[in-house]
């Protein structure tokens, strides 16, 4: 179960998706030039915080029922709404990314200042960054699996999510090797920095 390591991962900034996660919705909501100026000077600050890394693990899917998922070494998934994902699924990637812990600690440090306004919109970028780079490490592998005619599931599948229990990021954190960039697993599972993301996708033939 070899992991292939993105130390850098470059993206552009998702702004589009910054603005939504921030409230403002195309047509309907405002914003004044003095606005956007000022949310334009926190994406550019805000992107000399980010580290944004990952890493992803291809695996072999061993069996499957209704309930549950077996993959190669020895790795139990039991829900029923990851089995219906994969349910024409050979294979599947791990995925896993983090916006770093510097981004994370001018949130946090910020929030308790009160400057919650330049806070809030360092949560956004965070997290749709993070996000962004998984859609990133899909594009890597997608010519690889065009070239065996696979293709990825439509949807990403994360722990937390529907049956899919939230103690199964210890699974991700291991096998992605997430501790080699610095992220940590909380006895309740959550990631710090709390800007990390994995998810499962399946992968099949076309």
Same mark, same amino acid.
Not at 43 to 52: I, N, P, Q, T
Not at 75 to 85: D, E, G, R, Y
Not at 139 to 168: H, P, Q, V, W
């Given at each position: 179960?070899?992991?292939?390591?993105?130390?850098?991962?470059?993206?552009?900034?998702?702004?589009?998706?910054?603005? &939504?996660?921030?409230?403002? =919705?195309?047509?309907?909501?405002?914003?004044? *030039? %003095?606005?956007? +100026?000022?949310?334009?000077? !926190?994406?550019?600050?805000?992107?000399?915080?980010?580290?944004?890394?990952? &890493?992803?693990?291809?695996? =072999?899917?061993?069996?499957?029922?209704?309930? *549950? %998922?077996?993959? +190669?070494?020895?790795?139990? !998934?039991?829900?029923?709404?990851?089995?219906?994902?994969?349910?024409?699924?050979?294979?599947?990637?791990?995925?896993?990314?983090?916006?770093?812990?510097?981004?994370?600690?001018?949130?946090?440090?910020?929030?308790?200042?009160?400057?919650?306004?330049?806070?809030?919109?360092?949560?956004?970028?965070?997290?749709?960054?993070?996000?962004?780079?998984?859609?990133?490490?899909?594009?890597?592998?997608?010519?690889?699996?065009?070239?065996?005619?696979?293709?990825?599931?439509?949807?990403?599948?994360?722990?937390?999510?529907?049956?899919?229990?939230?103690?199964?990021?210890?699974?991700?954190?291991?096998?992605?090797?997430?501790?080699?960039?610095?992220?940590?697993?909380?006895?309740?599972?959550?990631?710090?920095?709390?800007?990390?993301?994995?998810?499962?996708?399946?992968?099949?033939?076309?």
């Amino acid at each position: 179960m070899e992991s292939k390591i993105f130390d850098t991962i470059t993206i552009d900034m998702p702004v589009t998706h910054i603005y &939504s996660r921030l409230g403002y =919705a195309k047509g309907k909501t405002k914003v004044t *030039k %003095i606005q956007e +100026e000022e949310l334009a000077r !926190f994406f550019r600050e805000a992107e000399g915080f980010l580290k944004l890394q990952g &890493s992803a693990v291809r695996l =072999a899917v061993v069996a499957k029922d209704a309930e *549950k %998922i077996t993959l +190669e070494n020895n790795i139990v !998934f039991k829900s029923i709404s990851l089995a219906q994902l994969l349910k024409d699924c050979d294979e599947v990637f791990f995925l896993g990314a983090t916006a770093g812990i510097k981004i994370h600690e001018f949130i946090r440090d910020n929030s308790k200042e009160g400057d919650m306004t330049k806070a809030v919109v360092f949560d956004a970028v965070a997290s749709e960054c993070v996000d962004k780079a998984l859609d990133w490490m899909m594009e890597y592998f997608y010519t690889e699996l065009r070239r065996e005619n696979k293709a990825f599931t439509r949807f990403r599948f994360s722990a937390g999510y529907a049956d899919f229990s939230l103690e199964n990021q210890r699974v991700f954190f291991d096998a992605l090797q997430l501790a080699r960039f610095g992220v940590r697993l909380t006895a309740a599972s959550m990631f710090v920095p709390e800007k990390t993301v994995t998810a499962l996708v399946g992968v099949k033939k076309i």
